[in-house]
């Protein structure tokens, strides 16, 4: 069942639908090498060790949530065209978390966008996969993008995440379990 409000995704409902979700499909593909749950403890571990606030941490965990609802909805992943995950991940987590999570998921495309457009080079430094998805994307920002960008509440942050996304693709990484972030993302959407 779907909402308007959700743009098409009923809302999350509780801390254990989310998890449950990595649980179900975190062993999919995320890229060439990793699975979407390598992925996405890679990305939570490089925020923490970075110093990152709790809200970041989370939205470093879950910033690719959207693909994970598209294979809970029958879709095969990775796919070929742009989903706009992250805007579904972001609305569909919107109900339990505040906008200090679920801004940077919101804009962690867009980040990509913005860094390849002031980073000449990054582009060709990032994986394949993604470098693909750039193009799907709509490829580096222009100079009115990259303005509007700059001009948004919380581009800093969905900056940094985007560069622990770039980081977390690493085969055979040891990070801590998704269990260790359990207690953290409840105390978040009780707030
Ligand atoms: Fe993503
Ligand atoms: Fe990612």
Do not use: N
Not at 96 to 113: C, D, N, Q, S, Y
Not at 149 to 154: D, L, T, V, W
Not at 158 to 175: C, P, T
Request: with cysteine; proline share 5%; net charge negative.
């Amino acid at each position: 069942m779907s909402t308007p409000e959700a743009g098409g995704w009923a809302p999350a409902t509780s801390v254990d639908e989310v998890l449950g979700l990595f649980r179900r499909f975190g062993a999919d593909r995320y890229d060439e090498e990793v699975s979407q749950l390598d992925h996405a403890l890679q990305c939570a571990a490089l925020a923490r060790r970075d110093g990152a606030p709790d809200e970041l941490v989370a939205a470093a965990l879950l910033h690719d949530v959207g693909h994970l609802l598209h294979l809970r909805d029958g879709g095969r992943g990775p796919v070929d065209e742009d989903l706009a995950h992250e805007d579904v991940g972001a609305r569909w987590l919107s109900a339990l978390f505040g906008p200090a999570v679920t801004g940077p998921i919101e804009l962690h495309v867009e980040a990509k966008r913005y860094l390849c457009a002031v980073e000449p080079g990054l582009t060709d430094a990032l994986s394949a996969g993604s470098r693909a998805s750039l193009v799907r994307q709509g490829g580096p920002l222009d100079q009115v993008g990259v303005a509007a960008f700059e001009a948004r509440a919380g581009s800093p942050e969905a900056v940094a995440l985007r560069r622990w996304d770039d980081a977390g693709k690493v085969v055979g990484l040891h990070v801590v379990p998704l269990d260790a972030y359990e207690a953290m993302l409840f105390d978040l959407a009780a707030r």
